[in-house]
């Protein structure tokens, strides 16, 4: 009969390893929590090995019993606690009903509400309670919650199978100091992953490179991919740009290079719509651009969450877009779930709304009218602004008519150097001109923003 040992931890990813040694079967519990299955006969030294060896990484709670649930509420409350076989639910029926909140999803934690307004306060008191009239209470899911508070597994156990790595290294001969040779390397390094992300049906979702150099130093690069691909010459040339606008500082003695696999990009083309570019032949365009331009120049301006004039970021450009024929699919589909009393129209809302676009028409005839006034008696002017501004010096006898000042700061609150404070006017000159200036405080500056024609 198999038993199972139940071990909660402060360094998980150390457990398992050492877990992995001691069985072959062995289970998740998120965030810290694993499960062994053993023979019956080795419990006890196996649980001692797993001690000895995990004893640098701090204190460990365990418990064994015949249930994954019994086991795993043993280490949770009483650590070290050996439930004999058989005796699962009379260990349970003191514990609290609460402690099926750490095992259960969150549908049935809403149910140990409901327990505790009947006043069960303990997983015995769960477990006396009558399965029919349960049942018609709450259904199968108060059930598997009466079967946990007894001590039984309601689902089958699925042992943790660890993933294929998908890495390739090589040692090198002879220390590369050019770019040429190295690319040679990785082209046949590429090609024996791609053959393995084939066979297992995955691309490469990212690519992690890690180049030892002759002065016992390591030079890492991580590539991040648009979209998930396998492609070993689109992959090489995407290294060998990422390389060329960052190389590493000394020679290359060894090369170590991971992909982090992901499901492959599948595309179905229209036969209603034009071909759209390749977005492999994109992905390397814009790689050439980030060598010549660099990273951070390559991408689609957006506004920043602040008043700061002219505060933009660029963020990269997501080469995978729906294609308009699929949002309109998408459109129509979403509109056809909507339930029908809301596709309907009686025929006094359909009088009210059409009442409703005539006063609309007759308000936006009447706007353009006074627009057209307002335009004509009164003269408009357009502020062509210098991006960036332009350092000026301006006196008192040269201004004719000034208007100001506006006075506006902001970001002075987060600390950095994004912090901004100037004084704005609008001024006329000499020769007749209008321009907008601003005094900088931080920089104590004229500034010439921008002249209106």
Not at 43 to 52: A, F, G, P, S, V
Not at 190 to 216: F, K, P, W
Not at 268 to 287: C, I
Request: glycine letters at 6%; one cysteine or more.
């Amino acid at each position: 009969m198999p038993r199972f040992i139940a071990i909660f931890s402060s360094n998980p990813f150390h457990t398992l390893a050492v877990a992995q040694i001691l069985s072959p079967r062995i289970g998740i519990c998120p965030p810290d929590g694993l499960l062994l299955e053993v023979a019956a006969r080795y419990e006890r030294q196996t649980l001692k090995r797993l001690l000895q060896e995990t004893e640098t990484t701090g204190q460990l709670k365990t418990g064994i019993a015949s249930t994954r649930i019994a086991a795993l509420f043993a280490a949770k409350t009483r650590s070290g606690t050996v439930v004999p076989p058989g005796k699962e639910r009379d260990f349970l029926a003191s514990l609290p009903v609460s402690l099926l909140s750490l095992i259960t999803q969150e549908a049935d934690r809403k149910l140990l509400l409901t327990f505790f307004q009947w006043g069960v306060r303990t997983l015995g008191e769960l477990a006396a309670l009558p399965e029919g009239e349960l049942a018609a209470r709450l259904g199968q899911a108060g059930l598997r919650l009466q079967k946990m508070a007894r001590g039984e597994d309601t689902e089958l156990f699925q042992s943790y199978v660890e993933g294929p790595h998908f890495e390739e290294s090589q040692e090198l001969e002879w220390t590369l100091d050019s770019l040429e040779p190295l690319t040679f390397i990785l082209g046949g390094i590429l090609e024996r992953l791609c053959a393995r992300l084939q066979s297992y049906g995955l691309a490469a979702d990212s690519l992690q490179l890690v180049l030892r150099l002759d002065n016992h130093t390591s030079y890492k690069r991580t590539l991040r991919l648009a979209f998930p691909m396998r492609d070993p010459k689109v992959l090489l040339s995407l290294l060998r740009l990422d390389l060329q606008s960052h190389p590493p500082n000394s020679a290359i003695v060894g090369v170590l290079l991971q992909a982090i696999p992901a499901p492959p990009r599948v595309i179905q083309h229209s036969l209603l719509e034009p071909p759209v570019p390749s977005p492999e032949k994109l992905s390397r365009t814009l790689g050439r651009l980030s060598v010549l331009l660099g990273e951070n120049n390559i991408g689609s301006p957006i506004l920043l969450d602040t008043h700061r004039p002219d505060a933009i970021a660029v963020e990269p450009w997501p080469l995978e877009q729906k294609s308009q024929r699929a949002s309109r699919v998408e459109q129509k589909s979403n509109r056809a779930k909507e339930p029908t009393r809301f596709a309907r129209r009686t025929k006094e809302q359909k009088n009210r709304r059409a009442e409703e676009q005539r006063e609309d028409i007759r308000n936006s005839a009447f706007d353009i009218r006074r627009s057209t006034f307002d335009i004509r008696h009164s003269p408009r002017l357009s502020l062509r602004r210098f991006r960036p501004p332009k350092a000026t010096s301006i006196r008192s006898d040269q201004i004719v008519v000034c208007a100001g000042p506006w006075r506006s700061s902001g970001d002075w609150w987060t600390g950095t150097s994004h912090k901004w404070s100037r004084d704005e006017w609008d001024v006329e000159v000499l020769d007749g001109s209008i321009c907008r200036i601003y005094w900088d405080h931080r920089k104590k500056t004229w500034f010439l923003e921008g002249i209106y024609d």
